[in-house]
């Protein structure tokens, strides 16, 4: 105990200087409006913890810097909400998405098809994008010709916007069904496996130097067949799944999405790193060109698909109860009536946002901890982190594990994004400033520490609605008459001069280690 | 004679630096033997381009009569074997047992290892809990040393387990390798030509990037102009 205080005396005065700083900032406003604000910050700070947290187990072991990350933030909030206001078009999306995912599920296959393809080395160069180049092609005449039930960004009255507007009065927009007139429906299905598996093929063909003995299994086999038994269900259920989803209570409806906007950005993340950054391992400065690309690509396509308008997500009706006792003053009343907001200490708190996202966010703090201290993966992962060569000397495959570090990273960010989406609302620049938050926290807290980007994300969450807060009641600057007034820009400058401060005193952060 | 493990004329490249220039190693089964030579010869090289963590651009590496060069470095030591790399890289953010754990191959390596483990190294059993950082240096080379049986490997590289041990040290560690040597194939790089000498019953001789001398470890004793001429040692 007595190293540990030793050890870490600047670490231990900052701290205890913050708080002072905490209990001091609670001197000038009234108790309500602290416990509020606090709440606000700890709900900020969860959030930008999902993002960071991500963003930082990619970096700590992959060395890669996603600069797409809160892109993709973005889009998992997007997905999200498309899963709870327009069920429908969920349903349409998962015949197609599942057959152009079959073909990478095959991703153990073509190194063995590769050693049996005897060429020249001149049509070794070409093949792979000439199969890409027919994927493609075949992607562009079936996909937009794939009928899906969408909304029009063009036209107000079916915009996102306005389904929206009608979810959150309780209505539901009545949307067409889509049908097959431009192509026919068999042709569409077996197009799609086609390209996907002619595509997959070309992009293992550019990382398959190595040769090997492979043995083909039916595992090899199994999550492909699984994709097209999901495709052709999807297919053929369609109608009575989408009945089945809109006729379900939207607390369920909200899980789903939580549940699919995670997965999918889990999955949107694996697919990434097995495909774009992996060829780039040795090439760093490229690595970071990607991903910069890949989060301008991606703002592009939510703004082409969802358009650029800002919009609410409603939030699931168990946080959404109005009338009769509510504001709520006790549990009782509140479970009762899932009254949206409840009072505490006469003030008024929302419970989605200012509980719910909290508690989420421990809950999800606590169990990516235990998969770090408790699991194999968890365990590879540390060790990875330090030692990634070490690790591989042991005979583990760091690859598989790097795959599944960006999945997770980038399925905590869309969390993050489904999450935030009922009290942020969704618009395209949501996760530029989340990013921002991300960054600064894990400056604040230790680039590559799960801990410290705990640490920094509460900070960075705290900070800034504090200073929100004043910028609304003022500081009395002691000794003075003068009140000080905080303006909405030095909300970001605030988070950024903490960061400046703590780095000037612990260069690698809070918790951050000594290289 | 069989051999484990059979490096044909390696070239490896570290950058634009041609590192290996056409080493040839050629490991006994059940044998140990030392790679030797000057500081900067290419021990380490030859070690990690066996391994495949700098894959060798030209040559042959044959273990178990396979040829394992160009494949990810996971699969090559899936095929059993070990390696104790130079400055012992132990992870810092793992526990002890953690740090054995990690290296099981198939679950339960580490179980039924562990009583071998702490007969072979009492200190570790009572360290077991502490984060592997805490470690004195000698007691992190008997952990990457113990590391590297926990799963069943037919061969072990170790690079340097003699360096910065004091010399009590040193001995228990020699009695460590030589049981280890029972079961398994051990090549060893080792500057402490004594120690080698000791140990090992073949040795190859690297120098500049090029594997020069080869033979019997009792044949090498001997020839006093080789030892002066390659290793710098009377
Ligand atoms: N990452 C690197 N970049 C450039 N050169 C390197 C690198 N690693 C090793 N070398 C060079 O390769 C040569 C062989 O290094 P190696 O570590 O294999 O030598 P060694 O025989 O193990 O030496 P020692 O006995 O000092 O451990 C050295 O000249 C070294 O400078
Ligand atoms: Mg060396």
């Known amino acids: 105990m007595n190293t540990f205080l030793r050890k870490n005396t600047v670490l231990l005065i900052t701290l205890a200087v913050i708080t002072a700083l905490f209990i001091a900032a609670a001197q000038g406003m009234e108790k309500k409006d602290f416990v509020i604000t606090l709440l606000r910050g700890l709900a900020v700070g969860s959030i930008t913890f999902l993002v960071a947290s991500g963003f930082s187990l990619i970096f700590g072991l992959l060395d890669v810097l996603n600069l797409a990350h809160g ?10 909400w498309t899963v709870f206001v327009r069920p429908d078009t969920f349903v349409d999306l998962l015949t197609p998405l599942a057959l152009i995912l079959s073909g990478f599920a095959l991703a153990d296959v073509y190194p063995f098809l590769a050693t049996r393809i005897r060429l020249g080395l001149s049509m070794k160069r070409i093949l792979p994008w000439a199969l890409i180049l027919v994927s493609v092609l075949i992607f562009s005449f079936i996909l937009p010709r794939y009928p899906i039930s969408i909304w029009d960004v063009e036209n107000y009255g079916q915009s996102p916007v306005t389904y929206s507007f009608m979810a959150d009065s309780g209505t539901r927009l009545p949307a067409p069904v889509a049908v097959f007139t431009e192509i026919a429906a068999p042709l569409a299905l077996i197009g799609l496996v086609l390209a996907s598996m002619i595509g997959a093929f070309g992009l293992s063909l550019f990382n398959s130097e190595t040769q090997q003995q492979f043995k083909l299994t039916w595992k090899n086999f199994a999550a492909f067949a699984i994709l097209l038994i999901v495709a052709l269900l999807t297919f053929i259920f369609n109608e009575s799944l989408t009945a089945v989803l809109t006729g379900l209570s939207s607390n369920w409806l909200f899980l789903i999405a939580v549940v699919v906007a995670t997965l999918s950005g889990a999955g949107l993340g694996a697919l990434i790193e097995s495909t774009l950054i992996r060829p780039l391992y040795i090439r760093p400065i490229y690595q970071l060109m990607l991903t910069l690309g890949m989060s301008a690509i991606g703002i592009e396509i939510v703004r082409s698909v969802w358009g650029r308008p800002e919009f609410v997500m409603p939030k699931p009706a168990f946080f959404n109860g109005t009338g009769g006792v509510c504001p709520a003053t006790n549990f009782a009343d509140w479970w009762a009536n899932n009254c949206s907001t409840i009072l505490l200490l006469d003030g008024r708190v929302r419970v989605y946002n200012e509980i719910f996202i909290p508690i989420i966010g421990v809950i999800v703090l606590i169990s990516i901890w235990m998969l770090l201290q408790r699991t194999r993966l968890g365990m590879v992962i540390r060790a990875g982190v330090q030692d990634r060569e070490m690790v591989e000397a042991l005979g583990i495959n760091v690859r598989r594990v790097f795959t599944m570090v960006f999945g997770l990273g980038v399925g905590l960010a869309a969390l993050g994004g489904i999450l935030a989406a009922p009290s942020m609302g969704l618009s395209n620049a949501m996760g530029e400033s989340l990013f921002l938050n991300a960054l600064i926290a894990l400056a604040i807290g230790g680039l590559t520490n799960y801990p410290g980007a705990a640490l920094g994300s509460v900070l960075v969450g705290l900070i800034q609605q504090f200073i ?10 002691p000794f003075t008459d003068i009140i000080f007034k905080p303006t909405p820009p030095l909300v970001p400058a605030s988070t950024v001069l903490l960061m400046v401060i703590i780095l000037l005193i612990l260069p690698n952060g809070l918790l951050g280690k000594k290289e | 004679m069989e051999y484990i493990l059979d490096v044909q004329n390696i070239h490896t490249f570290i950058g634009q ?23 900067g010869a290419g021990k380490t090289t030859t070690l990690k381009s066996i391994l495949g963590l700098t894959p060798p651009r030209e ?7 396979k ?13 059993g074997i070990g390696f104790v790399p130079e400055h012992r890289a132990i992870f810092r953010d793992l526990t002890v047992e953690e740090n054995l754990k990690i290296a099981e191959r198939v679950k339960g390596d580490y179980l039924r290892k562990r009583d071998f483990i702490f007969d072979l190294f009492p200190d570790l059993k009572r360290l077991i809990t502490l984060p592997g950082t805490s470690l004195s240096g000698g007691q992190q080379q ?13 061969l072990l590289l170790i690079d340097e387990p003699s360096e ?6 040193i001995e228990s560690m020699m009695s460590v390798i030589r049981e280890l040597s029972k079961d398994s194939t051990i090549v060893l790089v080792e500057q402490n030509f004594l120690v080698a000498s000791r140990l090992a019953e073949y040795y190859v001789i690297i120098e500049e990037g090029r594997s020069v001398q080869e033979g019997s470890m009792k044949d090498l004793a001997n020839d006093k102009a080789a030892i002066h001429r390659y290793l710098g040692a009377a």
């Open chain 2, 59 to 65: 040559g042959k590496v044959i273990y178990e009569g």
């Open chain 2, 142 to 154: 008997m952990l990457a040393i113990a590391r590297s049986f926990v799963a069943d490997n037919h």
């Open chain 1, 71 to 80: 892109t993709l933030f973005m889009i998992g909030a997007y997905i999200g």
């Open chain 1, 468 to 477: 929100i807060k004043y910028g609304q009641i003022g500081i009395a600057i």
């Open chain 2, 17 to 39: 630096y041609h590192i290996l220039q056409g080493v040839n190693v050629r490991v006994p089964k059940g044998s140990i033997t030392a790679l030797l030579g000057r500081n």
């Open chain 2, 164 to 169: 910065g041990l004091a010399p009590v040290i």
């Open chain 2, 67 to 79: 040829e394992v060069q160009g494949m990810h470095s996971f699969d090559i030591a899936s095929k």
